[in-house]
């Protein structure tokens, strides 16, 4: 690492004795084993995780072992402010020593706080009833013999209960589908466990489950959150999936958006692909949409002055200019979704009451 270039990667955690830690981790290639190898340069304590402390214990790391900093040509972490802040943050402190060098946030991370952000949508009510469930039954030995019974009882899986982990918000996944495939034996059991006892625990959790959109919610987690792990797990593959990135991300964000775009909408997007922006969804309301129908209309008729054919001739003009491919040849990878293409998204395409479009049929 003294010769050759080298990336960094940092996380910090704190521990069950609050003392959190620092790991740093250098990402090179090895001539002599002629693959890339990762390096642990240290585990080190940090009285507090602040930009310029973290900056300071990486560079003590580099100058005890002699390595110019200059061969660093990268940094990763994850996406919280104190290490991507453009003016006080970590990545602003490292491009002062090198303007050149390439930071790269987690996009596993990204995906975590986009989903957990996307969830405070969901009532707290149900967050209290997933723990709910799992506590009540699994701290008890004498209530998860009981609940055995009623698996039995109900030609349910014997599966235990699981738990969710709060600092892994997207492990909700396995939660949710496990009530799921238990749910007909967790009903008769919070029934008869009220029935018998009278327990407030037990009469919450069943008036939850009695709550037809209880199910719902869990339902509409258990289509999502598949599709947001998929991604994660992809972008966390040791092998190369570069190839397949922009496939996978293009198909994840088309399948959300079809569930509130209208069907009409989706229809005539031939490009396979969306550009959307912030304001596209600022006031959905039945009022709103009304309102706005007329300007958004011309704003549409605008946006879409040109049309799929004129596009491919477009194309097709500028590659031939090109000496490159011909109109053949770009149709038929426009329409097989080889081609990145923009279609704007307007707010009256979103439908207007509902946002799952399998609720509003």
């Known amino acids: 690492m003294q010769k050759c270039k080298f990336s960094i990667l940092l996380?910090?955690?704190?521990?069950?004795?609050v003392v959190k830690s620092m790991a740093v981790v250098a990402r090179f290639w090895c001539p002599q084993l002629k693959r890339v190898?990762?390096?642990?340069l240290g585990l080190v304590e940090v009285p507090s995780a602040t930009a310029q402390i973290m900056k300071g214990e990486v560079d003590k790391l580099l100058s005890v072992r002699n390595i110019p900093k200059e061969n660093c040509i990268g940094f990763g972490w994850d996406n919280a402010s104190v290490n991507m802040g453009e003016v006080t943050g970590l990545k602003a402190l490292v491009k002062i020593d090198n303007p050149y060098v390439i930071v790269v946030g987690c996009?596993?991370?990204s995906l975590a706080l986009c989903a957990s952000n996307?969830?405070?949508e969901i009532p707290l009510e149900f967050d209290e009833f997933v723990r709910d469930v799992y506590n009540y039954i699994q701290h008890?030995?004498?209530r998860i013999a009981a609940y055995a019974?009623?698996?039995?009882?109900?030609d349910t899986k014997n599966h235990r209960l699981l738990k969710v982990c709060d600092v892994r918000w997207l492990s909700?996944?396995?939660v949710v589908m496990r009530i799921l495939e238990q749910w007909r034996a967790l009903k008769v059991y919070f029934y008869e466990e009220f029935k018998a006892i009278k327990s407030a625990s037990a009469e919450k959790v069943l008036k939850m489950m009695e709550n037809v959109y209880t199910k719902l919610y869990l339902q509409f987690l258990g289509f999502i959150l598949p599709q947001v792990n998929k991604l994660n797990i992809l972008f966390q593959a040791e092998g190369v999936r570069l190839h397949c990135l922009c496939n996978e991300v293009s198909t994840v964000f088309g399948t959300i958006l079809r569930n509130f775009l209208r069907p009409e909408v989706d229809s005539g997007n031939t490009m396979g692909t969306y550009t959307v922006s912030k304001e596209h969804f600022e006031g959905i309301s039945p009022e709103a949409l009304e309102a706005a129908k007329h300007v958004q209309m011309a704003k549409l008729r605008q946006s879409r002055a040109l049309d799929a054919s004129d596009e491919i001739s477009n194309l097709s003009a500028e590659r031939k200019e090109n000496g490159e491919d011909d109109g053949?040849?770009?149709?038929?990878n426009i329409y097989l979704g080889h081609k990145i293409g923009f279609f704007h998204v307007f707010t009256h395409h979103i439908k207007a009451n509902d946002r799952c479009r399998g609720l509003a049929e």
Request: glycine content about 2%.
């Open 107 to 109: 996009v596993c991370h």
């Open 149 to 154: 019974e009623f698996q039995g009882i109900t």
């Open 328 to 332: 053949a040849t770009i149709r038929r």
């Open 118 to 120: 996307a969830s405070k």
């Open 37 to 40: 190898c990762d390096r642990l």
């Open 140 to 142: 008890s030995p004498k």
């Open 11 to 17: 996380d910090e955690s704190t521990d069950k004795s």
């Open 172 to 174: 909700l996944e396995s």
